[in-house]
C-alpha cells in the first residue's frame, strides 16, 4: 500500500505563475517530509524539507506546507520558471528508523 | 566535485548472471542507501546502511545484497537476477543517518532477460 501519494502525475503552470505540488499520505508516524526535483537522466536533487513539527518552510521561491490534521503536504514555487520543469517527488521519513517512502512523483511542465 | 557516482550506467543482461553496480561517494557521508524506480511505484528503498558494516533492508530487499567494508563504497548485488528486477537504480548518501538530505547518483538502468 502506498503510503505516500502524489495523485497528479501532471502539472502544466505558466511562467510567473504559482505551482503547487500536492502531496498525502497515510501514516502518522512519519518525523520529517522532503521534496526532491529530478531531471531527466539525472537523479533526484533535494529540495526543501520539513519537520512534522512544523507547519511551513521557506526557501527563496519554494514553500512547503504541512497540514497534519489533513495528513497533506504542499510545494510551491513562486514565480515558476522554466528551469522549474521537472519532475517532482515527495518524500516521508519514518519516525525512528532511518527508512524513506517516496511518492510516484509529478511531472511539471512551466511554460514561457 | 561532491557526488555520487554510480557504475554502470546501463547494463542488459540475462536471467541468473551475477552482477554487481558500484557505488560510490567522495563526501565522507556515513550513511548510504539503495533505491529502485519503477513507473507508477515512485522510488522504493532496497537496503540501507548506517556506516561501515552496518546494513538494514528497506522496503523491497528480496534478491539483493548489499554490503559497506569502506566509508565511501556501497555496492549493490544480484546474485541471480530476474525480469522483474529491470528497473532505474539509485544510489544515495547523505551525511549521517539522521540527515535528512540525500545526495543522489545519476541512476543505473538495468534491463534483465
Known amino acids: 500500500d502506498q503510503q505516500v501519494k502524489q495523485n497528479s502525475p501532471s502539472l502544466s503552470v505558466q511562467e510567473g505563475r504559482i505551482s503547487i505540488l500536492n502531496c498525502d499520505y497515510t501514516?502518522?508516524?512519519?518525523?520529517?517530509f522532503l521534496w526532491y526535483k529530478k531531471y531527466p537522466a539525472e537523479g533526484p536533487t533535494f529540495l526543501i524539507s520539513?519537520?512534522?513539527?512544523?507547519d511551513k518552510n521557506e526557501d527563496g521561491r519554494f514553500t512547503v506546507f504541512l497540514n497534519k490534521s489533513a495528513k497533506h503536504l504542499s510545494l510551491h514555487i513562486v514565480p515558476s520558471q522554466p528551469g522549474d520543469s521537472a519532475v517532482y517527488f515527495c518524500?516521508?521519513?519514518?519516525?525512528?528508523?532511518?527508512?524513506?517512502?517516496f511518492g510516484t512523483g509529478t511531472r511539471l511542465k512551466v511554460l514561457a | 566535485e561532491a557526488q555520487v557516482t554510480q557504475n554502470p550506467r546501463y547494463l542488459i543482461t540475462v536471467t541468473g548472471k551475477k552482477l554487481t553496480v558500484t557505488c560510490s561517494q567522495n563526501?565522507?557521508?556515513?550513511?548510504m542507501s539503495w533505491y529502485r524506480q519503477d513507473p507508477g511505484l515512485g522510488l522504493r528503498q532496497i537496503y540501507y546502511?548506517?556506516?561501515?558494516?552496518?546494513?538494514d533492508k528497506g522496503d523491497v530487499p528480496e534478491g539483493y545484497k548489499v554490503s559497506r567494508k569502506e566509508k565511501r563504497n556501497f555496492p549493490l548485488i544480484l546474485e541471480s537476477p530476474s525480469p522483474n528486477q529491470t528497473s532505474l537504480y539509485f544510489c544515495?548518501?547523505?551525511?549521517?543517518?539522521?540527515?535528512?538530505?540525500?545526495?543522489f547518483g545519476s541512476g543505473t538502468q538495468l534491463s534483465v532477460l
Open positions: 546502511s548506517m556506516n561501515v558494516e552496518v546494513t
Open positions: 544515495a548518501s547523505s551525511q549521517t543517518a539522521a540527515n535528512e538530505k540525500l545526495f
Open positions: 563526501m565522507n557521508h556515513e550513511y
Open positions: 518524500a516521508a521519513k519514518i519516525s525512528g528508523t532511518y527508512k524513506y517512502i
Open positions: 520539513i519537520s512534522s513539527i512544523k
Open positions: 501514516n502518522s508516524m512519519f518525523d520529517y
